[in-house]
């Protein structure tokens, strides 16, 4: 069921089910593990362990300032701020994670926690507007990765949103990977034009400025300013209103060879889904179909039909 290429992930190794949390416990993440793990593959990371602080061990948390905080022992005050903030910067740098296209990390850690995690201000003052050490050098070291908590992947939306992502940023991967040719990068943003309309309009017409220049740019600048703003674009969620306009504006491309009562079973089932009253998964069927039968073939290359594979269900819920 994998690419023919790898799609790795790094991951927080607790939501594997390694006994690597402080209390020698994990937080094992079935989702994670029994649907998304068939597709891809993992790369373990616990930053505490590879550190050296040992399991079991003392837990530790963040102090004095969300924007700066300390990471330091729970009862001893033992700080590790130095040590785990060198460590942190040496390991997103290091060659294993040279080929992730995403990071799903453990939420309210004080070394993997994206956003949120607490920070003790002072006695009886905690203040959650932290992120982990860890975290924070890996945000900072791969901008562009697409990077969440097992928290918030509980969220269908945002869980669609964020492998949508990592499935993306992996075609770019394989794409860069090759020679710079001008034409498989028009290629490659022509099969992602309705992907990125659902997600955000102003950035779908300014990547396109972007590859109507493709000439004006040296390969280097080309490749970094692309990927940036197309991973910006995907961030955005593609709701409801987007899907909709994407989903008309596909239905342009069959109008001239259906029969009214066709026309009219493809409307009602758009206005459904707009109506939240089935998930984006009936439409969409329906138009592949058509788009097939008829050979449509621009409609047919686009990602937005098929962004990941079908059998984790992402767009399966109302």
């Known amino acids: 069921m994998k690419d023919e290429v790898d799609i790795r992930i790094g991951i927080s190794s607790c939501l594997l089910g390694e006994k690597v949390r402080f209390d020698g416990g994990h937080k094992h993440d079935r989702f994670i593990t029994e649907i998304l793990g068939p597709f891809v593959t993992f790369t373990p990371v616990c930053a505490e362990v590879e550190l050296g602080m040992g399991v079991p061990r003392e ?9 700066n905080p300390r990471m330091v022992g729970s009862r001893s005050g033992e700080d590790w701020t130095g040590r785990m903030t060198a460590f942190a910067t040496d ?7 040279d080929d992730i296209s995403g990071f799903i990390l453990k939420n309210r850690s004080p070394s993997c926690g994206m956003e949120r995690v607490k920070v003790y201000i002072k006695p009886g003052t905690v203040q959650r507007k932290g992120t982990g050490l860890f975290a924070a050098a890996l945000l900072k070291h791969f901008p562009d990765l697409p990077i969440d908590e097992e928290g918030r992947l509980s969220d269908p939306g945002l869980r669609e949103n964020f492998i949508e992502r990592v499935f993306a940023y992996h075609r ?4 860069y990977a090759r020679p710079f040719m001008r034409k498989t990068l028009v290629d490659f943003h022509t099969h992602h034009k309705l992907l990125l309309l659902a997600h955000n309009p102003e950035y779908y017409r300014r990547l396109g400025r972007l590859v109507a220049r493709i000439k ?17 674009a995907l961030k955005y969620r593609a709701t409801v209103k987007k ?3 994407v989903l008309q504006h596909i239905t342009g491309f069959l109008r001239g060879h259906l029969s009214a009562s066709e026309k009219g079973d493809i409307r009602q089932v758009i206005d459904d ?46």
Do not use: C, G, W
Request: proline share 7%; no cysteine; aromatic share 10%.
């Open 172 to 175: 770019l991967r394989q794409l």
């Open 216 to 232: 004006e740019y040296s390969p280097v600048n080309f490749k970094a300013e692309y990927r940036s703003l197309f991973m910006q």
């Open 91 to 97: 390991r997103v740098k290091r060659k294993n994670l």
């Open 59 to 67: 837990s530790v948390r963040l102090v004095s300032d969300p924007h």
């Open 243 to 245: 899907n909709t306009n």
């Open 273 to 318: 889904y707009h109506r939240s009253l089935v998930p984006l998964i009936v439409p969409i069927t329906l138009l592949k179909h058509f788009v097939n039968k008829l050979n449509i073939e621009y409609i047919q290359n686009q990602y937005y039909l098929n962004p990941h594979p079908k059998e984790l269900m992402l767009r399966n819920h109302v």
